[in-house]
């Protein structure tokens, strides 16, 4: 058990250091050195000179000889990586962000849906289908609605057989978090299950057509919000 203490300190620190730059602690101050973080952490050099290079890899810190090490300016964080996307839902919400990952979204999700049509099998059916009995039980109150939401989306990402399209899967599990965090705002806006029924249906009957503009259609709606409420100010 002892042996495993340095990691998870590393990865406490990592957490810590992840977030409070993410959320923009770290905005108009300058970056601690290793030393400054190790004391008000109370952790060794090494644990936190190893958290510096994971966020380093990340894209969220730079070293540079004499400079020190700087926080890096969020374009050139690696915004598929699943903690910084994790810390982007501790940030203060912003419909920039959620317009940003719907325009992701309506670029992947209606694709994925059409080679699920075309491509999917009966395990990637089924799951397919179990998602939506989750999304069936939490209208009825015996699931979680945003969790059931995720499976079938992310049902529909395996269903396309393609594992480019498979490791979307944090970014779409964001975007979503974002999305329902957001459209709890509005009385009854929950997610549609006629709406993702048709896209169930539309990939059972294989019509790759049908299935890429049923799902282009539910993730329209939350960009139809979006652009209200930006236009609201």
Known sequence: MAAELPRNLTFGMLDALGKAIVVGHYDDVRFPTEAELAEEHQVSRSVTREAVKMLTAKGLLTAKPRKGTSVQPASAW???????????????????LLRQFSELRIAIEPAAAALAARWAHEEALEALRAGYRRMEAAEAGADDPLDADIAFHIA??????????????????????TSIHFTNRFKGRT?????????????????????QSAMREIIADVM????EAEHRG
């Open 78 to 96: 690696n915004l598929f990586d699943a903690d910084v996307l994790r810390w982007l839902l501790e940030r203060k919400f912003s419909l920039e």
């Open 156 to 177: 529909v990402l395996q269903a396309s057989a393609n594992p480019f399209y498979t490791q979307f899967r944090d970014v779409v599990e964001t975007a979503l978090r």
């Open 191 to 211: 997610a549609s299950l006629p709406a993702h029924h048709a896209v169930l249906a539309a990939i059972e009957a294989g019509d790759v057509e049908r299935a």
């Open 224 to 227: 139809v919000l979006v652009d």
